[in-house]
């Protein structure tokens, strides 16, 4: 039962930072190839920027065979390192644009393009059947 939810919330939160990850790299493109500026598709990222750690921390917790703690331990802290990671890299990706704007477009674009790559792998993992790691242990 609990592999099934796990395998649920994953999916679901994969989606969510597909959608918004797209939704953030949409915004990019068309802010600087239209020079519009479109702040639903940034509320709409916003999901997936928040959707696409938390999916992380669901996806290393079933990843490996540990105690519980261990596993959501794990999942917590690869959460919160990956997201500042991911958020340092969009900001240095940012620093090629002009300040206002464009910077701040850049950046949410880049942490939606990140995002958008992490639940498409995710999904994938899911639709190979090769999460959550199986209880089943080789003899040695």
Known sequence: ?????????????????VLGGGALVVMVIVYFGASEYV??????????MLAGPVALAVYTAGAFEAPLVARVSAGIGLMLGTFA?????????????????????????TLGFLWFLAGAFFLW????????????????
């Open 85 to 109: 990671a991911s958020t340092l890299v969009a900001h240095l990706v940012s620093l090629t644009a002009d300040r206002g704007g464009p910077r701040g477009n850049l950046e949410d674009g």
């Open 125 to 140: 993992r899911l639709a190979l059947r090769r999460w959550p790691v199986s209880e089943v242990r080789s003899p040695r």
């Open 39 to 48: 702040p639903e598709l940034n509320e709409i990222g916003g999901w997936g």
């Open 1 to 17: 039962m609990a592999e099934k939810v796990g395998r649920v919330a994953l999916g679901v939160l994969s989606v969510l930072a």
